[in-house]
């Protein structure tokens, strides 16, 4: 597995930074673009159906390597985020599905008013992002630059979708060092899955599958594969 060292001093698996740096480049694209030209919201359609393909096999891959909103806060909030690490509660279950239910009511409500229009239609995608962006910086200047990444409603579905396929693993090598759990985008820690006697495994919605902490592992205790036992 190739690597590369960024200032901060972690490593990274080759090409996750240039695929960011790219897909960055989609986000004024849609944000101010669309300010012009509407229909270029539709662009953010593209990308939905572009990460549920991708869910059904590798997970939130879409998340950690190709997500516009993504990449910004890992390659650009992170240059000025106080990089505190993110309260437990964002990743409880009631705190990510409320959210996914109120985003995707207000979302179907502008939706259904903008019926019959597509530069309106694509106006509501804008506007999510908007949305979006604008919570995921207030999150990301204190707390750890992709905070938002493990509330997103869309990361949330993508969980939900690719429950089985390409998780993370954990071996019994692992000595809970915890330097996975600081390395990770969105504070997960592998190491808390350790299975005594066998291997353990993350679930799917809290992994982005960017593969920071296999790379910085001590003990080479991480992998992905598919779910134990299901082939
Ligand atoms: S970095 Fe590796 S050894 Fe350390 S806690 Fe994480 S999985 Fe375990
Ligand atoms: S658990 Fe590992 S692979 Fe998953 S998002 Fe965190 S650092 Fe990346």
């Known amino acids: ?17 240039i695929s960011q740096y790219l897909m960055v480049l989609v986000l004024p694209l ?19 159906t572009l990460f549920m393909v991708i869910a059904s096999s590798w997970g939130r891959f879409y998340c950690g390597w190709l997500c516009p909103m993504g990449a910004f806060h890992e390659r650009v909030l992170s240059l000025v985020s106080r990089k505190h690490k993110i309260p437990a509660f964002f990743k409880t279950p009631w705190f990510r599905w409320g959210l ?20 309106a239609f694509g106006s509501v995608f804008r506007t999510m992002w908007i949305v979006s962006v604008s919570l995921a910086i207030v999150l990301g200047l204190y707390f750890k630059p992709r905070t938002w990444c493990s509330i997103c409603p869309m990361g949330t579905l993508q969980g939900v979708s ?41 679930p799917s919605g809290e992994c982005l599958r960017c593969s920071n902490c296999i790379v910085n592992c001590p003990k080479k205790a991480l992998s992905f594969r598919d779910r134990i036992g299901d082939d």
Do not use: H
């Open 100 to 119: 996914f239910v109120v985003m995707m009511t207000f979302m179907s409500f502008r939706l259904l008013s903008a019926w019959g229009s597509a530069d």
């Open 1 to 17: 597995m190739k690597q590369l060292k960024r200032g901060s001093g972690v490593a990274e698996i080759c090409c996750r930074n």
């Open 30 to 48: 849609v944000v101010v673009g669309g300010y012009y030209w509407p229909k270029i919201g539709f662009t953010v359609v593209g990308l939905i």
């Open 162 to 202: 690719s429950s089985n396929t390409y998780l993370l693993s954990v071996d019994e090598s692992c000595i809970e060092c915890k330097k996975c759990e600081k390395v990770c985008p969105i504070s997960t820690y592998p190491g808390a899955f350790r299975v005594a006697g066998g291997v353990g495994q993350v």
